[in-house]
């Protein structure tokens, strides 16, 4: 938790992560609850489908090489949580390769590797914390940006126009400009790892039960979202289309319990 505090705040000060006694937190859950409506959900829908379409791209020019999935689905949700989140287009998903050259991917990746013991005398601990100062940097930059925007308009449905129409009922403020940013790293921390492997493990359990893959591929050609001789070049996929894929949304549910078992029993692998 410290950690956490770290690295989305210079000085460490609480977020809607961190704290639930903290004056500002239940503005802050108050306040961001309505950008995760099914609506505003929806209206997002438009860029999830633009990221994964960039993926796809990379993944037909790269036929027959090797692709790291996990890298490239990390890369997808950085990307939908700026653009539809923030407003923000990182591009991490433009090139799969891209390494220091994108700085907000690179961070994300460092920040939540760290050795979880700040005490520990490890290289990686001061390597730790100038990725921390880069992260926090990469938010309060993108707040400038965003500020920059002008006040959001009432359709202005992105986590980030919530955060700034939140106003303290006791002095009628906006969040100072520093929670605000640390309030947004909260949403790229909370989001990145959690979905981005929830979609690597998905796509590898399905792959490795053949069994699962057909019944999913079924589906999907039944709504004709897949590639067949009938139909070669399949309808993209709508927002509504998801409640139909039942058996491909079980599919994932079961894939992230494992994900999840995953990722907690690793966590002192890779602190080590
Ligand atoms: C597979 C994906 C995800 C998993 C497994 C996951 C898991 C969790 C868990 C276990 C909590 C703690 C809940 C609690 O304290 O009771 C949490 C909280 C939170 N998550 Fe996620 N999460 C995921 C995706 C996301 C995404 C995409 C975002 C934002 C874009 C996000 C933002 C948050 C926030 C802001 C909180 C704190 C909420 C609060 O304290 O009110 N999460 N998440």
Known sequence: MVMLL????AEGKPNIFTSHTDEYWRLVRKGVAPAFSPKNIRKGFGHVLQVNQQLISILEDSAGAEIDLDNATLRVTLDVIGRVGF??????????????????????????????????????????EEDFKAFRKIMSDMLVDIKRRGEPP?????????????????????????????????FFTGGFETTGHTIAWALFMISAHPEVEAKVLAELQALHLMPSAAQPQPRLMTY?????????????????????????????????
């Open 240 to 272: 509504d289309d998801l409640a139909k894929l039942t058996y491909t949304c079980n599919a994932i549910k079961a894939s992230h319990y494992f994900c999840i078992r995953f990722m907690f029993f690793c966590t002192p692998l890779n602190n080590a």
């Open 87 to 128: 407003g923000k287009d990182f591009g991490a998903t433009r090139d799969l390769n891209s390494g220091k050259a994108n700085l907000a991917f690179d961070m994300m990746e460092a920040g939540m590797h760290l050795p979880a013991n700040h005490e520990l005398p490890l290289p990686s601990v001061k390597q730790g």
């Open 6 to 9: 770290q690295l989305l705040h």
């Open 154 to 186: 009432e359709t202005d449905t992105t986590i980030a126009a919530h955060l700034l129409r939140i106003r303290d009922p006791a002095s009628g403020q906006p969040l100072p400009d520093d929670r605000i940013a640390a309030e947004a790293g909260v």
